[in-house]
């Protein structure tokens, strides 16, 4: 079992930045693809960025360039550094994992809540 927890969230100014972090208990962690989702209010869910094991990363194509997503597997953290943020950024980010060998994301946080004022 994995319980993960967002926290990093908050009100910010278009082309401000934020960090968010995921702590994950578990002893597996470095074990698991982590990803970071988003969904604004009528919107269906979107992966926004996901990190493997290995390293691989891969992100949505409207936050390429201005997001990152990393880990500390010392720290069983994930992060989400979210920098030149917009308007459009404004959802709830949610943090999830999965096993290396699933297709879907088996564990989910509670969300953080990410608002960008024009």
């Known amino acids: 079992q994995v319980q993960l927890v967002e926290s990093g969230g908050g009100l910010v100014q278009a082309g401000g930045s934020l960090r968010l972090s995921c702590a994950a208990t578990?002893?597996?962690?470095?074990?698991?693809?982590m990803g970071w989702y988003r969904q604004a209010p009528g919107n269906q869910r979107e992966l926004v960025a996901a990190?493997?094991?290995?390293?691989?990363?891969n992100y949505a194509d409207s936050v390429k360039g201005r997001f990152t997503i990393s880990r500390d597997n010392a720290k069983n953290t994930v992060y989400l550094q979210m920098n030149g943020l917009k308007p459009e950024d404004t959802a709830v980010y949610y943090c999830?994992?999965?096993?290396?060998?699933?297709?879907?994301?088996?564990?989910w946080g509670q969300g953080t809540q990410v608002t960008v004022s024009s």
């Open positions: 990190l493997t094991s290995g390293g691989s990363t």
């Open positions: 999830a994992a999965r096993g290396e060998t699933s297709y879907n994301y088996a564990y």
């Open positions: 578990g002893r597996t962690f470095n074990s698991y693809t």
